[in-house]
């Protein structure tokens, strides 16, 4: 029973474009969404979160973006930059702390 | 400070082996998770402790168990090892589970201890 799915494993996008990452959830009960990135050989590190009371949350060139009736979180980086090069979870969490990932989408980001 | 320190980083099994992982949170954290990581799968849950007592529990077989010491240092252990079993397992500690004073506890994760299991 997968609840939560990134659907796109991996995304190409030129430096200086931007990069959009989605992710789709099934539990309603979701108090916190966020982001890691992964570098190969390096645990995920925390990007952003946001909680469920708000639709939007802005780091810099990382916003992001909560659709609570679609149920649905998006990550977008901008401008992309080629360090930005990872593979990208999401992840959700009730109030116990317990972190569901998702699969993982692999943004390569060209010079 | 110091991060997370997950030890071994590799390691070579064959089935039916069992294997112990140990993680060392950072100093002060006494939250520990345990995720098995594989290519398609994402991160998985295994189980976490805080303060020696396991508060969560993913879908694993029973070959899969852990504990926490009174340092918040944490081991898990597989038994009966299994092809399957080959995977990235990674450990993450945050100072207490879940939320604490409306803000999420981020979690912190070591590098992971690569287990293949021939």
Not at chain 1, 21 to 32: A, G, R
Not at chain 1, 67 to 94: E, M, R, T, W
Not at chain 2, 13 to 39: A, D, E, F, M
Request: aromatic content about 12%; proline content about 6%; some cysteine.
């Amino acid at each position: 029973d997968q609840q939560v799915k990134q659907n796109s494993p991996s995304l190409s996008v030129q430096e200086g474009r931007i990069s959009i990452l989605n992710c789709d959830y099934t539990n309603s009960m979701f108090d916190y969404f966020l982001w890691y990135k992964k570098y190969p050989a390096e645990g995920p590190t925390f990007l952003i979160s946001i909680s469920s009371i708000k639709d939007k949350n802005e780091d810099g060139r990382f916003t992001v973006f909560l659709n609570k009736s679609a149920k649905h979180l998006s990550l977008h980086i901008v401008p992309s930059q080629p360090g930005d090069s990872a593979v990208y979870f999401c992840a959700f969490s009730s109030n116990t702390g317990k972190l569901i990932f998702g699969q993982g989408t692999t943004l390569q980001v060209k010079p | 400070k110091a991060g997370v320190t997950q030890t071994p980083r590799y390691l070579i099994k064959t089935r039916g082996q069992q294997v112990t992982l140990s993680c060392s949170p950072i100093s002060g954290h006494r939250s520990v998770s345990w995720y098995q990581q594989t290519p398609g799968q994402g991160l998985q849950f295994l189980f976490e402790y805080f303060s020696e007592t396991q508060r969560n529990k993913g879908n694993f077989p029973g070959r899969f168990s852990g504990r926490q010491f009174s340092n918040s240092r944490s081991e898990m252990n597989v038994s009966t090892l299994e092809l399957g079993d080959s995977a990235l397992y990674l450990c993450a500690s945050s100072p207490t589970p879940g939320l604490a004073g409306g803000s999420y506890n981020e979690q912190f994760f070591g590098p992971g201890t690569r287990l293949t299991v021939l």
